[in-house]
């Protein structure tokens, strides 16, 4: 896959990446909602040393991913055991099909 050369400012730091050319409005997208994170930050909070902002930043998007993934790991579980029972199920009626025992309607 082709990579494009692209530039994200964060803080007003431009920072050249290579991107596939379908990952760069993703890329764009997240510098954007670091740097709208980082402007909530420093006004909520008057704090002012940008290491400190791009930190709380980071922790905030860290936290919101594992949470993600934790929800989706749960969710995973939930449609895994969905499915065990309709296998459990069809696995039934088709035993019952074959046994010529009348199926419920």
């Excluded at 990446?17 to 993703?26: C, I």
């Excluded at 029972?85 to 069809?90: P, S």
């Amino acid at each position: 896959m082709e990579k494009y050369s692209i530039k994200v400012n964060i803080l007003n730091r431009p920072y050249p990446l290579l991107v596939k050319a379908e990952e760069e409005e993703t890329v764009r997208n997240a510098a954007k909602l670091i740097n709208d994170r980082i402007k909530v930050y420093k006004e909520r909070f008057s704090v002012q040393d940008d290491m400190d902002l791009v930190i709380m930043c980071c922790l905030e998007l860290a936290t919101d991913n594992l949470n993600q993934a934790q929800r989706a790991k749960t969710n995973l579980s939930s449609a895994s055991e969905a499915l065990e029972r309709i296998d459990e199920a069809l696995n039934a009626a088709i035993l019952n099909v074959e046994e010529g025992a009348p199926t419920a309607r």
